[in-house]
C-alpha cells in the first residue's frame, strides 16, 4: 500500500520511473523497496536509536566488549553504539543484518 503511493507519486512527477520501477510481482515494488530502503537506512536507525524515549531501553542485545573483565559483554548505551569506539565502523547502525528477516535473527 505505502509503496504504491510511493510508485504512483514517482510515476507522476518523473515518466522515466515507469519502466525502472515496473512492478512484475503483482504490487509488491521490490525495486522499490530496495532503493526507498538504501535511502533511508541510516535515517530510520537513528529515529530508533537516538530517541529519548528509548533510554536505557534493551531492545538490542550487549555488544560492547567489556575489555577489563574476559569473554564479558554490556549493553551499548551511546545511541546502541559502544562508548568509546574509534573503529571506522563506530558511526554505523546498530546491526549488519537488518536486510534479514527477524524470524531468521
Given at each position: ?20 520501477y515496473q512492478d512484475k510481482n503483482g504490487g509488491n515494488f521490490f ?75
Open positions: 500500500k505505502y509503496f504504491n503511493n510511493i510508485y504512483e507519486n514517482l510515476v507522476r512527477e518523473k515518466s522515466q520511473a515507469k519502466d525502472h525495486k522499490l523497496q530496495e532503493d526507498w530502503w538504501t535511502a533511508n537506512r541510516e535515517t530510520v536507525w537513528k529515529a530508533m536509536t537516538c530517541s529519548d524515549k528509548l533510554t536505557g531501553a534493551s531492545y538490542f542485545h550487549a555488544t560492547c566488549s567489556d575489555s577489563h573483565r574476559s569473554e564479558t559483554f554490556s549493553q551499548a548505551k551511546d545511541k546502541c553504539r559502544c562508548d568509546g569506539a574509534k573503529s571506522a565502523n563506530a558511526d554505523q547502525v546498530p546491526t549488519y543484518f537488518d536486510y534479514v528477516p527477524q524470524y531468521l535473527r
